[in-house]
């Protein structure tokens, strides 16, 4: 019998919890989402959406008046944040249960203030006596639609989304607090410790007093992707002078080749990620603005005349290619809408024996379409001047124009860095005394090292026989950076189980992916790297049955990298792995 009383109790309570929690005050606010980019100076300001807040109570004054306070407080950090404006007293309407706007007869607002702080906007609403009673109403801030009201307005921003980064950026979002003072009598600024009352509905068990007042999105991002099948390569049969492809063509949109001069390191885009509003506007933030069309792509003055029409005012859109060992003297770098197609927009670029290893392709003609399609990176070389065996960045800027007046700087500048294809087969190294893990006596130890500041190497591996035959082949590590890496040959043996499917013309076929002891005649390790230009390679050798330890580095060749005369680090060493991986 207990037992049920019990079970009665806590389904009471749940119920009345339950109860509780629905009929708690909540906050409705409208967020408005303003682009990122247009937030430019702390002194610009912007008119705050409609907030509503509904009570749990009801307000009677059908026979007293009834005058209560209701607040919108911004947070605390950063202080740069405020109310610039509070508004006027006719945009602070109430709301019926239903929905619809209680007759401003039935009620006045006092003039909003602000706190010396300016992050509290407060005022005093007084329901008229002999009002109906308006059961769980709700009080609407910023409630444009009544004639001739205005919003208020908040200012500090630009402390608060800080710069629109490259690449990425998160979605800042400021948030908005709502207070209610009961019975007050004053029309100075209520607090928690003057003007405690049961009845004031943000202290009301299970409200909802926190919403948003604004997110930035970031509207527009430059997108960057490397082409990533059929990479040119350097012809080492031309004197390094025209480009081969590296595989079979896949499709010319991501294919690297594209013929023996033209090259193809891939594409940058614009895109319209969000939809956030121009500053002080509703229209969208886009490069292909509503209603605005003259103003889409890149056609816009130096000075831009209008500050909030929805329009991207752009100065230019240029793209930095990098080069990591130089590009070929007398080469083309360019931008089209085609892969291996003309140059579009004027970005184009030609490499004197003064050009450093960046170029700069910059264009103020661009259309929307063509900022909004890929823009393919092609490289073109002569075919009768060396090609440095380079991998290439990119960092593509959509550059804002001047405002034509004092009050703003431009709009915030688009930009991202990424890596684009590299000439595939700039680094080959033949480890010649590789002991494998078959041999019964000595067994390699390798170790890996990535020079580049910058770029990420993907490091392949590929087993050659004493008799010339090509063993298996894998991808054996993917170095950071500066990264370092030992690996042991019972480690490196077990990825190398790819069969090369065309071993070339002149070359032993018959891949034998067995590995063996072959009594001391020796295999040979070929390393192969993408995506940089240099890769150091150490071979130690381990004998287990007695414990000697020696370094046999010395016993391996490189790649020349640069130029037909000297290794990379001036390492000159025998030039003996002339071709890559036999995939």
């Known amino acids: 019998m207990k037992q049920k009383q019990l079970s009665i109790l806590a389904a009471s309570l749940v119920a009345a919890f339950a109860a509780n929690v629905a009929s708690a005050g909540q906050i409705q606010s409208s967020s408005s989402a303003i682009a990122h980019e247009v937030i430019v100076n702390d002194a610009q300001t912007v008119a705050a959406p409609p907030v509503s807040y509904r009570f749990a109570g009801d307000v009677d004054a059908s026979l007293v008046a009834q005058t209560f306070q209701v607040q919108l407080v911004l947070p605390a950090s950063p202080a740069t944040i405020k109310f610039n404006s509070a508004g006027t007293a006719s945009a602070i309407t109430l709301v019926d249960n239903t929905g619809t706007l209680i007759p401003a007869t039935n009620y006045t607002v006092t003039t909003p203030a602000l706190s010396t702080d300016g992050k509290v906007l407060y005022a005093n609403i007084t329901v008229k006596a002999g009002s109906p009673i308006y059961v769980t109403p709700a009080v609407r801030f910023n409630d444009t639609s009544v004639a001739g009201s205005a ?28 207070k209610h003072f009961a019975n007050v009598t004053s029309t100075s600024q209520a607090d928690d410790v003057s003007n405690i009352n049961s009845a004031n509905e943000h202290k009301r068990f299970g409200s909802t007093n926190d919403g948003t007042l604004f997110t930035f999105p970031t509207n527009i991002s430059v997108k960057l992707a490397a082409a990533s099948t059929n990479l040119a390569r350097v012809d080492a049969s031309t004197q390094n002078t025209k480009f081969r492809a ?15 001069t033209v090259a193809n390191l891939g594409t940058v885009t614009l895109s319209q990620d969000a939809n956030g509003s121009d500053s002080g506007s509703n229209a969208v933030y886009s490069l292909t603005p509503v209603g605005t069309p003259a103003s889409a792509g890149i056609t816009t003055p130096a000075a831009a005349l209008a500050n909030n029409n929805g329009a991207v005012e752009i100065k230019n859109f240029n793209v930095v290619v990098t080069a990591s060992q130089g590009f070929a003297l007398n080469s083309t770098v360019w931008l089209s809408t085609t892969p291996g197609g003309t140059a579009v927009g004027g970005a184009t670029a030609t490499v004197t024996a003064t050009t450093g290893n960046s170029v700069t392709l910059t264009s103020t003609t661009l259309t929307a379409a063509q900022l909004q399609a890929p823009l393919y990176v092609v490289y073109t070389v002569p075919g009768t001047t060396t090609i440095p065996s380079s991998t290439f960045s990119a960092t593509g800027t959509l550059a804002k124009a001047p405002d034509s007046g004092t009050t703003y700087l431009n709009e ?8 684009l294809a590299s000439l595939v087969g700039s680094v080959k190294v033949d480890v010649r005394n590789y002991a494998t893990s078959k041999n019964g006596g000595w067994t390699s130890y390798i170790r890996l090292i990535n020079p580049s500041e910058t770029n990420v190497a993907t490091v392949y591996g590929q087993l050659i026989h004493s008799n010339g035959t090509y063993g298996g082949w894998g991808q054996i590590a993917t170095l950071q950076p500066r990264e370092a890496k030992n690996m042991s040959a019972a480690v490196i043996d077990p990825l190398l189980t790819t069969a090369p499917v065309d071993n070339g013309t002149g070359y032993k076929a018959a891949p034998d992916l067995t590995i063996t002891d072959n009594g001391g005649l020796g295999e040979r390790l070929r390393i192969s790297a993408e995506g940089v230009s240099a890769l150091k390679v150490q071979n130690y050798l381990l004998n287990g049955s007695n414990g000697n330890f020696i370094e046999a580095s010395s016993a391996q060749g490189v790649d020349f990298d640069v130029n037909s005369d000297r290794a990379l680090d001036a390492q000159l060493n025998d030039q003996d792995a002339q071709r890559n991986i036999a995939k």
Not at 254 to 260: E, K, L, Q, W
Request: charged residues 10%; neutral net charge.
């Open 246 to 260: 590296s595989g079979a063509a896949v499709a010319p949109a991501t294919d690297g080749f594209v013929s023996t």
């Open 412 to 419: 915030q500048n688009n930009s991202c860095t990424r890596s």
């Open 151 to 178: 919003a208020a307005t908040v200012a500090g921003l630009r402390t608060f989304v800080g710069d629109v980064k490259s690449c990425e950026n998160g979605v800042p979002t400021l948030g908005i607090s709502f």
